[in-house]
C-alpha cells in the first residue's frame, strides 16, 4: 500500500460526458502528479501541484482540467470524453523535488 | 535534450534467462529511479541511483549508473515468474518535482 488513493477504481461512461477523478496523496507529500496510460503504453504526464499550485503541464489536453485543493487532495477533471480517453489514469505523490513518487492504484477510465 | 531513451522495449525471455534494460541521456542526469509495473498494477518506486559509476544490488537485481551520468542500466539474472512487468526508468527535471520517463521495458517469459 503505497498511502495514496484513488477514487473510482473504475468508471465507465459515454462520449461527450464529463468525469473527475480523484486523489488523496500520502499524509505529508505537497506535490501530486497526474498521468494517463493507455493500454500497454507507458506513462504520460499530465500536470503536477504543489501545495495547492500548478507546477509543470504535460501532455494536457484543454478538455483536461485539475486543481489541489487545500487539504491537498486533487481532482482530474475530463470532459467532453473521446473513445482515445479511455486508459488507466494514475495519480502519483512526493515530499522531495525529483524524489520517489509513490503510485495510487489507478482508475481505469471506459469511453463507449 | 531532457529525455530519456529506453531499450528495448519488449524481452522475451526464457524463465532463468538474463534480462538487461537499459536507459540513454543526452545530457548529464542529476540521478536516475528505476520503477517496476506488474500487469494490472501501479508502478512501485525499485532504486535511486545518484552517483557517478554507482552499483547496487537488490537479491538478483543489478542497477548501474554510468560514470559519465549519461546512462543506466537494470539487469535482473535468473528472471523467475515474478520478475514479470514493465520496468521504467526516469530523470528528474531540474527546475522541478517533475520525472521524465523512459518509455519502459517489457519483460515476458515465454512458457
Known amino acids: 500500500d503505497s498511502g495514496v488513493t484513488q477514487t473510482p477504481k473504475h468508471l465507465i461512461t459515454a462520449t461527450g460526458q464529463r468525469v473527475t477523478l480523484r486523489c488523496s496523496p500520502r499524509?505529508?507529500?505537497?506535490?501530486v502528479y497526474w498521468y494517463q496510460q493507455s493500454l500497454d503504453q507507458g506513462l504520460q504526464f499530465l500536470i503536477q501541484y504543489y501545495n495547492g499550485e500548478e507546477r509543470a503541464k504535460g501532455n494536457i489536453l484543454e478538455r483536461f482540467s485539475a486543481q489541489q485543493f487545500p487539504d491537498l487532495h486533487s481532482e482530474l477533471n475530463l470532459s467532453s470524453l473521446e473513445l482515445g480517453d479511455s486508459a488507466l489514469y494514475f495519480c502519483?505523490?512526493?515530499?522531495?523535488?525529483?524524489?520517489?513518487?509513490?503510485f495510487g492504484p489507478g482508475t481505469r477510465l471506459t469511453v463507449l | 535534450g531532457q529525455q530519456v531513451m529506453q531499450i528495448p522495449q519488449y524481452q522475451h525471455v526464457q524463465e532463468g534467462e538474463d534480462f538487461t534494460t537499459y536507459c540513454n541521456s543526452s545530457?548529464?542526469?542529476?540521478?536516475i529511479q528505476w520503477y517496476k509495473q506488474r500487469p494490472g498494477g501501479h508502478p512501485v518506486f525499485l532504486i535511486q541511483?545518484?552517483?557517478s559509476g554507482e552499483v547496487k544490488k537488490q537479491k538478483r537485481l543489478t542497477f548501474q549508473f554510468g560514470e559519465a551520468k549519461k546512462n543506466s542500466s537494470l539487469h535482473i539474472t535468473a528472471t523467475q515468474t515474478t520478475d514479470v512487468g514493465t520496468y521504467f526508468c526516469?530523470?528528474?527535471?531540474?527546475?522541478?518535482?517533475?520525472?521524465?520517463w523512459g518509455a519502459g521495458t517489457k519483460l515476458i517469459i515465454k512458457p
Open positions: 541511483l545518484v552517483k
Open positions: 545530457t548529464t542526469l542529476s540521478n
Open positions: 499524509s505529508g507529500d505537497l506535490s
Open positions: 502519483a505523490s512526493s515530499s522531495t523535488r525529483g524524489g520517489e513518487q509513490f
Open positions: 526516469a530523470r528528474d527535471m531540474d527546475s522541478n518535482y517533475q520525472l521524465i
